[in-house]
């Protein structure tokens, strides 16, 4: 017969997986994920096979990893509109989608020099205190600083991607005196 601890621990390995796999199907918000860490930890405290706190562990990190990468999704498009950049890349995806060649991108609706300008204007204005989120709602300040560096990366990424569009032979652009900093000097203004 099995001792009463050995008893013990399989019912709570039979428990954590039962519950845990059945609310990770639910877990939509970081808090949730939280709260599931919280929950294997307590267990891991109480005995829980390593094996099985290890997996959850494993499962939880995706989950979690998932849900930071939704909401930088999200901020990343509230801060691409809040410093311009936004109705340029809109633009220049649309001009890719429908791009013949010998097209300049120049004469893009959105893409013209007037529009370009302006919008250069707006984000170069931002970088002196650039609009990033905080992303205080999420507790883990490994995965917070993630999200900030991921965020700031991603406006990089799309400056680089006009700039260089910009700057192309296919530009069409008779005045580039607008394009104050280039990617690695916007890299520089942004690191987090």
Known sequence: APAEDEIATLSL???IDTTVDAVMSNCDRLDDAVALRNAVVTAKKAGLDVAVASKWDKAISAQERTLADSLIEGETRRVLEDVGLAPVGDALEAMEALYVEGMVIASHPGLGPDDVKVAMKDFY???YSPPL??????RDP?????ARSKTADNVIELYAKIYDALTSERGGYDDLSFLGHDPSQVSTLLSI
């Not at 989120?133 to 999420?138: A, G, L, Q, R």
């Not at 490994?142 to 993630?146: A, D, E, Q, S």
Request: glycine letters at 0%.
């Open 13 to 15: 390995e039979f428990l």
């Open 125 to 127: 204005d931002s970088l």
């Open 133 to 138: 989120p905080s992303f205080d709602m999420i």
């Open 142 to 146: 490994v995965l917070r600083k993630y």
